[in-house]
């Protein structure tokens, strides 16, 4: 299922001061479920670590999910540290710690008061990674390795994106874990 990005989104992007190694966005159920079914919106969040896009439909599942008085959707920068503890310290075939060093690492969640919504379904939403430019040198696709909360691991195809103004790996999910986004070259491509 291919996703229109064009749709109208609420657009919600953090400013201030310091370092920002996590963010925590709180949406009320009730305006949820507004944003989701009568606005027919989606939502973009925008961290310095990552940018996390959800068409109206990936937001209608989302609130479907919802059991409490709010959802909280969470994007947490990570390090090669954090990735070999979701990736249970077993390095994929084909991926080296040098890879998972300069890896881009980032933590997506979603929760309903104290439980965790795993998945979206069949919905997906897409993840935009910042990275370096000339990060995935060998061409558009990039290996991205995903580990969902429940310890599986999960090779994808990411894209490389470059325009005048920045580099980004992009990717679609439907489940919330850890996003590892590896430098081209990895072996995992060939």
């Not at 994007?75 to 040098?98: Q, S």
């Not at 990275?131 to 994808?156: H, M, W």
């Amino acid at each position: 299922m291919a996703e229109n990005l064009d749709t109208a989104r609420a657009l919600i992007i953090p400013t201030g001061q310091g370092s920002l190694k996590s963010l925590t966005l709180e949406l009320p159920k009730l305006e949820l479920n507004q944003m989701a079914y009568r606005s027919e919106v989606g939502l973009e969040l925008r961290t310095p670590h990552g940018e996390l896009i959800l068409i109206t439909e990936a937001l209608q599942m989302l609130s479907n999910h919802v059991r409490s008085d709010f959802a909280a959707l969470t994007l947490g920068a990570g390090d090669a540290t954090d990735a070999r503890t979701a990736l249970g310290g077993v390095l994929p075939e084909g991926v080296t710690e040098d890879q998972l060093e300069q890896a881009h690492v980032l933590r997506v969640s979603a929760t309903s008061g104290s439980n965790k919504i795993t998945s979206l379904g069949e919905q997906r939403y897409t993840l935009h990674l910042p990275v370096e430019a000339g990060f995935a040198a060998a061409g558009p696709a990039c290996t991205v390795l995903f580990a969902a909360e429940d310890g599986t691991v999960t090779t994808l195809a990411g894209k490389y994106v470059q325009d005048e103004a920045f580099s980004y790996i992009s990717v679609s999910l439907s489940g919330f874990g850890m996003v590892i986004a590896l430098p081209s070259g990895t072996a995992a491509e060939s």
